[in-house]
T-cell receptor
């Protein structure tokens, strides 16, 4: 069975510091990987996704994630965070069919 | 402006009452989904529909029902059989037909029990 593990439930960090949100998945076959972001009392929005090709994918607001097949990881990073990055971040995995499996979420709290 | 709308934003349910959450999309997407979000548990799939007039149970379908009579609409009914309905409910849609398509989410409905 597929599963997604987000290793940290909360990550506090100071503004302009780097951050890494960790995600591991279990699957014996090829998968598609996603990071979604949820701002307070809103729905989720796609941040970035890995489908194939280059293992490093980037978003328009400075986040990046690297697909590591050997470690079955898809960690999300940003070299310098802003207050506005405070949100909950969800890692997700999709294989065949229509179901997407979401991790439990990591709450990023950026402090001034 | 294309997107997904959910209503109401907040909904209160009395004991023994059925309530219906609305979800509408104008993205011309084939697939639609309902998720329940509880703190620290991520998103759990309630029901999904790949095409009009067809839907399948997700991981936590007990106590819920859905219909898909129109492509753009996928309402969710929380029945009195659902003993712990307090949660944030999210509707999503995707184009369907491909493996990698993104899901687009509505703003959510928060259901509270009186």
């Amino acid at each position: 069975a597929q599963s997604v593990t987000q290793l940290d439930s909360q990550v506090p960090v100071f503004e302009e510091a780097p951050v890494e949100l960790r995600c591991n998945y279990s699957s014996s076959v090829s998968v598609y990987l996603f990071w979604y972001v949820q701002y307070p009392n809103q729905g989720l929005q796609l941040l970035l996704k890995y489908l194939s090709g280059s293992t490093l994918v980037e978003s328009i607001n400075g986040f990046e994630a690297e697909f590591n097949k050997s470690q079955t990881s898809f960690h999300l990073r940003k070299p310098s965070v802003h207050i506005s990055d405070t949100a909950e971040y969800f890692c997700a995995v999709k294989r065949n069919g229509f179901k997407t499996i979401f991790g439990a979420g990591t709450r990023l709290f950026v402090k001034a | 402006d294309g997107g997904i709308t959910q209503s109401p934003k907040y909904l209160f349910r009395k004991e023994g009452q059925n309530v219906t959450l609305s979800c509408e999309q104008n993205l011309n997407h084939d697939a639609m989904y309902w998720y329940r979000q509880d703190p620290g548990q991520g998103l759990r799939l309630i029901y999904y529909s790949q095409i009009v007039n067809d839907f399948q149970k997700g991981d936590i379908a007990e106590g819920y029902s859905v219909s898909r009579e129109k492509k753009e609409s996928f309402p969710l009914t929380v029945t009195s059989a659902q003993k712990n309905p307090t949660a944030f409910y999210l509707c999503a849609s995707s184009a369907g037909g491909t493996l990698e398509e993104t899901q687009y989410f509505g703003p959510g409905t928060r259901l509270l029990v009186l």
